[in-house]
């Protein structure tokens, strides 16, 4: 995607050219379970048309992907979804959305390369689908929010979903509406302070000297 001939959202909606280039390029990746609204957040936040790879879903599809909780979506990620958000003239936030299917996961390891920081969005109607992100983000150690996504179903307490994902204490914790700009904008937020504050605690921690 060349940058110089891009377009981004103004704040009344309109399109103007993005810069030529800038000096910092911070990826963040979102993950999540089959439908949990990963394309739908990436297309609600990025300032430039976000590029997707989603396929019309098919009936063949049913014998292979979980469909249950989702019988209403018709189209699924079978690569990764893109977007672009210029936090200034020097820093570029790209996002890279991962498929949520079981038989995508091995496009998982390259889309992790790299990265800053990770939202895993999850579906309070099938929570059990968030498992795998989060074990993944643990075992390879990067910093990771979580963010559950508005489907109108029975609401769940902050307390009853971290005891469900047996979530580290440290991990913030947020609602969105994964189509609302500004709440996706909201759950980003809370990854980089997150983000920045890890790095701040292990840069004051004391640093053992070699003997």
């Not at 048309?49 to 189209?75: F, H």
């Amino acid at each position: 995607m060349d940058s110089a001939t891009s377009e981004t959202r103004t704040a009344t909606g309109t399109r103007a050219p993005l810069g030529a280039s800038a000096d910092n390029g911070l990826k963040i990746v979102v993950v999540g379970g089959f439908g949990a609204g990963k394309t739908t957040l990436i297309r609600s936040v990025s300032e430039i048309l976000p590029l997707t790879t989603e396929e019309t879903m098919t009936q063949a599809g049913e014998g292979v992907d979980d469909v249950s909780g989702v019988r209403g979506k018709s189209a699924t990620t079978v690569a990764f979804d893109f977007g672009r958000i210029t936090l200034d003239a020097r820093n570029v936030l790209y996002l890279f959305g991962a498929p949520g299917q079981e038989r995508f996961w091995f496009l998982w390891d390259r889309l992790f390369s790299g990265t800053l920081g990770a939202v895993v969005l999850v579906d309070t109607r099938r929570i059990d689908d968030s498992w795998y992100a989060i074990d993944r983000l643990e075992r390879q150690g990067t910093p990771f929010v979580v963010a559950c996504n508005d489907f109108g179903g029975p609401a769940f307490t902050p307390r009853a979903v971290r005891e469900a994902l047996d979530l580290d204490p440290h991990v913030p914790l947020v609602g969105c509406d994964a189509r609302s700009r500004a709440s996706g904008r909201t759950v980003l937020i809370t990854l980089v302070e997150h983000v920045q504050e890890l790095y701040a605690d292990q840069a004051r921690a004391p640093r053992q000297e070699l003997v």
